[in-house]
């Protein structure tokens, strides 16, 4: 299960791959409001590379992002990272099984019902 659940290569607007989003999560999807765009990533899905211990603070559990100022910190993690090839997909995603079967009503409902209440 991936980010890139609409698909905007065959209409306009775009159309609902199948994932725990329904018309519901349409609205805020697609409102442009939270993106987060890249050309310098890494993507390591269901093979992470664990964290050195002096940056397991700065772990984010859940959706949303962590925002820090910290210069050591900072530098230690792109000196960690830097060991690792950029822009490089090393992966498929972490649920990607969930997505090999059809999801069910109740995690599209829960999915949506929680994009509602944030």
């Known amino acids: 299960m991936g980010d890139c ?11 609902l791959r199948k994932s725990v989003h329904n018309q ?4 805020r999807d697609l409102g442009g409001q939270f993106s987060l765009l890249s050309k310098h990533f890494y993507y390591f899905g269901d093979e992470p590379r ?4 002096e940056l ?3 772990i984010r ?4 992002h962590l925002v820090f100022d910290d ?9 960690w990272i830097s060991k690792f090839t950029k822009n490089k997909l090393y992966s498929q995603p972490q649920l990607k099984f969930e997505f090999d ?8 409902a829960k999915c949506a ?3 509602l209440e944030d």
């Open 5 to 15: 659940i609409y698909d905007f290569s065959t209409a306009n607007p775009p159309t």
């Open 24 to 27: 519901d999560n349409v609205k």
């Open 50 to 53: 664990p964290l050195p211990q």
């Open 56 to 58: 397991k603070h700065i």
């Open 61 to 64: 559990r859940g959706q949303k």
């Open 71 to 79: 210069q050591t910190t900072i530098k230690k993690f792109e000196e």
């Open 101 to 108: 079967l059809a999801p069910s009503d109740d995690q599209i």
């Open 113 to 115: 019902t929680r994009h």
